[in-house]
């Protein structure tokens, strides 16, 4: 199992039955590389790919809990920005490539399960992360806040598989 993943998979492993469970996890490889490099290096696209492999570690630790306990959870993924190509000056450029975002959920209630079944919400932005959580674990959304539930965000449509 890659290294980075090992503390999460560990806390999913351990992770009570009986009471809600919150995992959270940052991968800070993608984000340096970008800042360092650039978007368009290898350096970048190493990052990727070890980030990928470090979420696919993670993903099986989180299908093997549910078959185990007969539970599905939500994995909520997430970006706060991107990268130019060329080697990044830092946050605040409005360049499509930095503002280029995405959020993917998977979990009961967040379209198709299981492989070829995914759906696709385009509506789901960063800000809605926040609402979205308290949601899951019962909680009430502050008036004025921003963003919106996803589980509120019910128009999502299948991709065209080309």
Do not use: C, K
């Not at 800042?35 to 993670?58: K, M």
């Not at 979205?132 to 299948?158: C, I, Q, W, Y």
């Amino acid at each position: 199992m890659p290294v980075l993943s090992r503390a999460a998979a560990a806390t999913i492993a351990a992770a009570d039955r009986d009471v809600a469970n919150f995992v959270f996890s940052y991968f800070v490889g993608v984000d340096e590389a970008g800042h360092a490099f650039g978007g368009g290096s290898q350096e970048y696209t190493d990052a990727l790919l070890n980030f990928d492999r470090n979420l696919g570690a993670i993903m099986q630790q989180v299908r093997d809990w549910e078959a185990a306990n007969g539970e599905t959870w939500t994995v909520i993924l997430f970006t706060d920005h991107g990268h130019q190509p060329q080697r990044g000056l830092g946050h605040g450029f409005q360049s499509p490539d930095e503002t280029g975002t995405f959020v993917v959920v998977r979990g009961e209630g967040f379209g198709g399960s299981g492989p070829g079944n995914a759906l696709i919400n385009l509506q789901y932005e960063i800000v809605d992360v926040t609402p979205t959580v308290v949601t899951l674990f019962g909680g009430t959304v502050r008036p004025g806040s921003d963003g919106t539930s996803m589980t509120e965000l019910t128009n999502s449509v299948r991709p065209i598989d080309n």
